[in-house]
């Protein structure tokens, strides 16, 4: 793939859609987010989520040599390192909009439903993430203000790099969208993150 600084949309859009892929892929041994996963590759798959949301589309990547292999926007982690809290306040230290909404780039079942209903409430928080029908917090899919940017430094710089842990600390003013996965036989988070669970559900 080629790699090009420039953002994938020509017309002004309403916020940023920040695809989180700066990880190494140990686990896979190969880039995670170029994987072909049921005939798309998964960075392509994310992309036009977001994409169909009215989002600018960039991927947050770990450094310039990893962004060569990719044609859409991209930004580079500041604190490559810190996990997915680096790679948001990469974003936000980014973006210039107030709208900014993140994904990882191994969920592939996420839903234009979910994330419409999470940017639907997101104006009066800080930050709007779902809960799993488990019971579980799934920080890594939402949306974050600007207003995150020094309270994220602070945490990374105290080496608290748990985004569950910011979410719950009652540090932000934080929404937790509950049973937001809708149908519970659905599984929309389902996570990418090692061959076998890329082999076992790629049909």
């Known amino acids: 793939m080629i790699y090009t600084d420039r953002p994938v949309h020509s017309r002004e859009m309403h916020g940023n859609g920040y695809i989180l892929a700066g990880g190494l892929s140990k686990r896979m041994g190969r880039e995670k987010p170029l994987m072909v996963w049921r005939g798309q590759p998964l960075i392509e798959r994310v992309s036009g989520l977001l994409s169909s949301l009215d989002l600018e589309v960039h991927v947050v990547l770990r450094s310039s040599m990893q962004a060569r292999r990719y044609e859409v926007s991209t930004v580079i982690d500041i604190l490559p390192g810190c ?24 969920m592939p079942m996420l839903t234009k439903g979910l994330l419409r209903s999470l940017e639907d409430q997101v104006k009066d928080y800080d930050a709007i993430v779902p809960r799993d029908t488990s019971g579980r917090v799934q920080p890594l899919v939402g949306y974050y203000s600007p207003r995150c940017i020094d309270i994220l430094a602070k945490w990374i710089g105290a080496g608290r790099l748990s985004l569950t842990g910011l979410i719950e600390s009652g540090e932000m003013r934080v929404k937790i969208l509950e049973n937001a996965a809708g149908n519970p036989e659905e599984d929309i988070f389902l996570n990418i993150n090692d061959l076998q669970s890329f082999r076992q559900t790629q049909s």
């Open 83 to 106: 996990g997915p809290m680096g790679g948001i306040l990469s974003g936000l230290r980014h973006s210039k909009k107030e709208l900014n909404c993140f994904v990882p780039c191994d």
